[in-house]
């Protein structure tokens, strides 16, 4: 589960920071004699979670952080810096605005005002109040298999929200979305790229086109698919959408998923660095020591984890975001071990997919005559591969956006259930036999 060696390498940095304050009077805390007991308490709880870390955990968004964040965060916490202002943290700031500038460039922004949040929800919200200032009575639509946080967002800031009804390969429906922008009351379309059910990318291309036309903003949510950017292996019409990001007006992307991070480590993106006005305050104490910018001034949020910029800047150190290179193979390696799944699952009769994964979400079911029956089974064979310790998700999808191959399938409930994988972690791919024979043993 862990390297023993990491902890020596963790050793080798507390002792070289130590170093930088050895010119101070010398102190020790005291570690109360219960600490033992009650950490090891704490790890006999933490066993009982599913297991995260292994690679037979195909479920959800979840997998541990790259050992250089991990390693970079627990260093950091010896200072505890917060990145709200520079007084509270003058390094980890300057290291916030190294990464989000080499998260930009990623996205083809040499300018842009971004910083890091404490989760892709908050992200999303500064996102959408920006927005709402830009355009205040004007609507937020997002299509219907979008993130429920937009619409949960909206309501909290006051700004009307409306759902775009998809298509079949659950994409924003460009018909239905037109003929909404016709009205002249849409302020911002959120795209997203890679939604969290089906990993399906929403087509940006054609919705610049309507930008032209319609004169909007447009917010991608990125989120969870951000990273494939950088991938070189997606299919065509996925690339061409990718290569698009730079046209929108801001960016949302969580270094807490394909980024290798701890939770949680979310990054905001502005095109217009002018919408920094929307930010401005007053505060009579946070900012004393310092004429330069503090990120606390183009935030909403007010604390935060300078840990965050530390292990993200440590690992962008290490794995740089460049197309070709070690990171970007890693997310390479996440869509091929979804297709190497997808082929096994339509090489194989008993089964049926919804579609092919554009990113690295795999959502299939066994082949039923019901649809309640495809429920039933389903759910069986999610608790027997549980069973024999590969986890995976299952996913409630409407009947009415299946694909013309479920046509076969009576439909006599609204919505199936299907068997659900994330192939978010890079080892993935090396485990695609073993997945794919505990779920065939499943079926009995």
Known sequence: M???????????????????????PSFEQEIPDDVEKILLEVAERMQNNFPYHHPLYAGQMLKPPHEVARLAYMLSMWINP????LDGGRESSAMEKETVAEIALMFGWQECLAHLTSSGTFANLEALWVAGNIHPKKRIVASELAHYTHERISHVLGLKFQKIACDKSGKMDLKKLEAQLKKGTIGTVVVTMGTTGIGSVDPLPEILELQKKYQFRIHLDAA?????????????????????????????????KHGLQPYGCGCILFKNPEVGKFYKHDSPYTYFSSAELHLGEISLECSRAGAAAVGLWATQKLFPLVKGGAFSKKINSSHNAAMMLYKKIISDKRFI???????????????????SAVNRKSKAIFEKAAEKNLHLALLNYPVRLLPTHWRSITKDEEYVTCLRSCLLKPEHENWIEDI?????????
């Open 2 to 24: 862990y390297n023993k060696q990491s902890l020596t390498i963790l050793q080798k940095a507390l002792d070289k920071l130590s170093e930088g304050f050895s010119h101070l």
């Open 82 to 85: 917060n990145n709200h202002a």
């Open 224 to 256: 969870y698919g951000g990273y494939f950017r950088l991938a070189d292996n997606l299919p065509e019409d996925t690339l061409k959408k990718y290569a698009l990001m730079q046209e929108a007006d801001s960016i949302v992307v969580d270094p807490h």
């Open 353 to 371: 997919i919804l579609q092919e994964p554009e990113i690295d979400i795999v959502i299939w079911a066994l082949k039923e005559k019901t649809i």
């Open 436 to 444: 794919w024979k505990i779920v065939t043993e499943s079926l009995s």
